[in-house]
């Protein structure tokens, strides 16, 4: 029902947009709260930006001025603008989207920052 895109190779300082396409969410999708996470092997899932139907966003320190998150529709749920990427940005990328009930996770996609 979620699914990422947009992922890829690039090089440090440069930029990428995710997108995350949505698709059979029950309810009023305004309602959903949509997220974004990354996760990099033998770490913890990072929670990066969120936003909500009313606008309303959130944002992690670690990308605060970097990343910038926008809801753009009912079929592409929400996307992830990333500038100025780091090495240290490598990682598999998940949409989510928590109703009232569920959080839905997207497979992931991968993003590697090269130095």
């Known amino acids: 029902q979620l699914v990422e895109s947009g992922g890829g190779l690039v090089q440090a300082g440069g930029s990428l947009r995710l997108s995350c396409e949505a698709s059979g969410l029950p309810g009023e999708f305004g309602e959903y709260l949509i997220g974004w996470f990354r996760q990099t092997p033998g770490k913890a899932r990072e929670g990066l930006s969120a936003?909500?139907?009313?606008?309303?966003?959130y944002n992690a320190d670690s990308v605060k001025g970097r990343f910038t998150i926008s809801r753009a529709g009912a079929k592409i749920a929400a996307s992830l603008q990333m500038n100025s990427l780091k090495p240290e940005d490598s990682a598999v990328y998940y949409c989510t989207a928590t109703g009232r009930s569920e959080t839905y996770w997207g497979p992931g996609t991968q993003v590697t920052v090269s130095s």
């Open positions: 936003i909500q139907g009313d606008g309303r966003t």
